[in-house]
């Protein structure tokens, strides 16, 4: 794309709280893990690092979010992030949030607008 942002998926791979779609990112100089899942409508992404330790959230791949589909939990101990903001909402990460990317649908694709590389 000719402003430097980047597919991920068809906007129709993301169900609303369903299954996320992952995606690798370079931050900080690195490859990392990221995902995005839809949630009220919007896609939201995040690099796929819990803030309590530096693990993957998802318990299968692409599976982001809890039971009653409203948060992101992270397999490992059980951290739950807002889905819409990353915020922590309990658990480990104890106030610390998931690290948000932005992206947004455009003309039926989930785009990567730019990769923070903060
Ligand atoms: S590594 Fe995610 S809650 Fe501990």
Redesign the pocket.
């Known amino acids: 794309m000719a402003d430097g942002a980047r597919v991920i998926c068809r906007s129709d791979e993301l169900d609303e709280a369903g299954q996320g779609v992952r995606f690798e990112v370079e931050f900080r100089g690195e490859r990392a893990s990221a995902f995005v899942v839809r949630y009220e409508g919007h896609p939201h992404a995040y690099l796929n690092r819990?803030s309590?330790?530096a693990?993957e959230?998802d318990w299968q791949p692409g599976a982001f979010f809890d039971l009653e589909r409203r948060d992101l939990i992270?397999s490992?101990?059980?951290?739950a992030y807002s889905a819409s903001s990353g915020k922590c909402r309990g658990?480990?990460?104890a106030g610390r949030p998931l690290i948000k990317l932005a992206v947004e649908d455009r003309d039926g694709f989930i785009v990567l607008k730019e990769t923070s590389n903060g």
């Open positions: 819990c309590h330790v693990m959230l992270c490992t101990h059980g951290a658990g480990p990460c």
